[in-house]
């Protein structure tokens, strides 16, 4: 089976960073966007990052700036650095690939089980 697994969230002052990673295992022919979403209580998922296949991103409008993603394709993980934390970047992070997987011919997406950001002073 494939498998997205999320690391790195934690509890973190205001101003501070975290550096979370995604890291997807199985048998994968080829990942193409990998990305980041987050989910804060009472409020809808909605996208932070996203990184495609060739290194091109898209940021939220309330990350742009503060929150940075990368990925290394041989390690097949992506990364998620957040600088400059806000009280409202509190959320469950949660990891997103859209890739191929060996023998089977259609793109799929996941999604990881999401790590805990709780930005707090």
């Known amino acids: 089976q494939v498998q997205l697994v999320e690391s790195g969230g934690g509890l973190v002052q205001p101003g501070g960073s975290l550096r979370l990673s995604c890291a997807a295992s199985?048998?994968?022919?080829?990942?193409?966007?990998m990305g980041w979403y987050r989910q804060a209580p009472g409020k809808q998922r909605e996208l932070v990052a996203i990184i495609t296949s060739g290194g091109n991103t898209n940021y939220a409008d309330s990350v742009k700036g503060r929150f940075t993603v990368s990925r290394d394709n041989g390690k097949r993980t992506v990364y998620l650095e957040m600088n400059s934390l806000k009280t409202e970047d509190t959320a469950v992070y949660y990891c997103?690939?859209?890739?191929?997987?060996?023998?089977?011919?259609?793109?799929?997406?996941?999604w990881g089980q999401g790590t805990q950001v709780t930005v707090s002073s």
């Open positions: 199985g048998s994968i022919l080829s990942i193409n966007n």
């Open positions: 997103n690939a859209d890739l191929i997987r060996v023998g089977i011919l259609s793109e799929l997406h996941y």
